[in-house]
């Protein structure tokens, strides 16, 4: 089991920027795929970015569009989420996880291990 820990969470205004950090401590957290999850009020948890073991294969979600970027620093066992141009529409709770696999992917119930999450809010 990995132990995860958010940070960096915080209110920007639109157009903003925030950069997301996840500490990752328990099992090896370099030899797994990880990425980053949000849920906004009312809304079911969705996908934003995905990132393969080793760094080199990551995946976005189509309404990041070039704004975000995924990745991880497997010497410090962390997972870093840059996010540019913010919008109102990315207000959520942002969650870091890990799978037990080594390629990304973008399906939920492949992530075993969650952090707690980290609220960021885009005033308008």
């Known amino acids: 089991q990995v132990q995860l820990a958010e940070s960096g969470g915080g209110l920007v205004q639109a157009g903003g920027s925030l950069r997301l950090s996840c500490t990752a401590s328990?099992?090896?957290?370099?030899?797994?795929?990880a990425g980053w999850f949000r849920q906004a009020p009312g809304k079911e948890r969705e996908f934003v970015a995905g990132?393969?073991?080793?760094?080199?294969?990551?995946y976005y979600a189509d309404f990041i569009k070039g704004r975000f970027i995924i990745s991880r620093d497997n010497v410090k066992n962390t997972l870093s989420l840059e996010m540019n141009s913010l919008k109102p529409e990315d207000t959520a709770v942002y969650y870091c996880?890990?799978?037990?696999?080594?390629?990304?992917?973008?399906?939920?119930?492949?992530?075993?291990?969650w952090g707690k999450g980290t609220l960021v809010t885009v005033s308008s």
């Open positions: 996880a890990t799978t037990v696999r080594r390629t990304v992917t973008m399906r939920l119930v492949e992530y075993h291990d």
């Open positions: 328990g099992r090896t957290f370099s030899d797994y795929a």
């Open positions: 990132i393969n073991w080793s760094g080199s294969s990551k």
